[in-house]
Structure formats: structure tokens, C-alpha cells
């Protein structure tokens, strides 16, 4: 896949349950900081985009497969690489990494909402410009 972004994690004990490897819900986590990561490489300030734009952007789904579990301590690759561009919405196809072997596999749906009414917002045009300048590159 092309035009993947990827952030490196560390598995601390905190993102561990009883059994010693990664709890579940924390490989959504993960690729939520991947995708927060990827708008800050794009130059998007989520606190400046929710105060001047009134833009949000949420989750509106998430389809998730675990292949092998992840471990304390644990180097971990998190990438986000765009499936699709809509007018008000992403989608991630999103992967959770160690040494090159696929732990976790996502589809994330994300929405782009006005910040006070949670209703869908077009993305703002600046954002898409840098998203298509991006997946240019």
C-alpha cells in the first residue's frame, strides 16, 4: 500500500491485561494515535480545527481483526494509510506491526463533524488539499 504512515509504540504494562499481552481495546489506541500523529505530519491542529472551523473528527466505525497478540514491552509499528477520501468522511485501513508480522488489522471509519451540533461537516479545503498533496507524495 501506498502513502502509509506509521508511528512506532512501546507496550507498557499499562496496555497489558491479566494474561500479559495486549488488552483488546487498546490496539484502537494505538491506531487512534497513529491517525492523530498523521493530521499532526499534515499540519493539522485539532484544538485550532475545533475552535476557528468548529470541525470534529470522530469514529463512526471500526472493523478490527487480531491475528497474534502483542506484549509487554513490545516495539510496535502503527500505520495509517487512507482508503477513501469522501466529502465528509475518512477511511484508515489501519495495521498494528511487530518486527514486520501483522498483530491487528483495521478498517476505521472516521467522521467529520461540526464541533456543536455533531452533525456531518464537509472536511475543510485546506485539510483535503493536504491530504491530496500527501497521497501524492
Known amino acids: 500500500m501506498s502513502n502509509v504512515f506509521s508511528i512506532?509504540?512501546?507496550?507498557?504494562y499499562e496496555d497489558t491485561d491479566a494474561?500479559?499481552?495486549?488488552?483488546y481495546?487498546?490496539?484502537?489506541?494505538f491506531m487512534e494515535r497513529a491517525r492523530t500523529e498523521w493530521l499532526c505530519a499534515l499540519n493539522v491542529n485539532q484544538n485550532e480545527l475545533s475552535g476557528s472551523e468548529s470541525v470534529v473528527f470522530a469514529v463512526r466505525s471500526v472493523r478490527v481483526e487480531y491475528v497474534r497478540p502483542a506484549r509487554l514491552n513490545d516495539m510496535?509499528?502503527?500505520t495509517a494509510a487512507l482508503d477513501r477520501v469522501g466529502p465528509a468522511s475518512l477511511s484508515f485501513v489501519?495495521?498494528?506491526?511487530?518486527?514486520?508480522?501483522?498483530?491487528?488489522?483495521?478498517?476505521v471509519k472516521v467522521a467529520c463533524l461540526d464541533a456543536r451540533g455533531f452533525f456531518p461537516k464537509p472536511i475543510p479545503s485546506y485539510i483535503l488539499s493536504r491530504i491530496n498533496l500527501w497521497r501524492e507524495t
Do not use: F, K
Not at 494474561?19 to 488488552?23: A, E, H, M, Q
Not at 481495546?25 to 489506541?29: D, F, G, T
Not at 498494528?96 to 483495521?106: K, T
Open 8 to 12: 512506532p509504540v512501546r507496550v507498557y
Open 19 to 23: 494474561g500479559g499481552v495486549v488488552y
Open 25 to 29: 481495546a487498546n490496539y484502537l489506541r
Open 76 to 78: 510496535l509499528e502503527i
Open 94 to 107: 489501519q495495521e498494528v506491526r511487530r518486527d514486520g508480522e501483522i498483530l491487528c488489522s483495521g478498517l
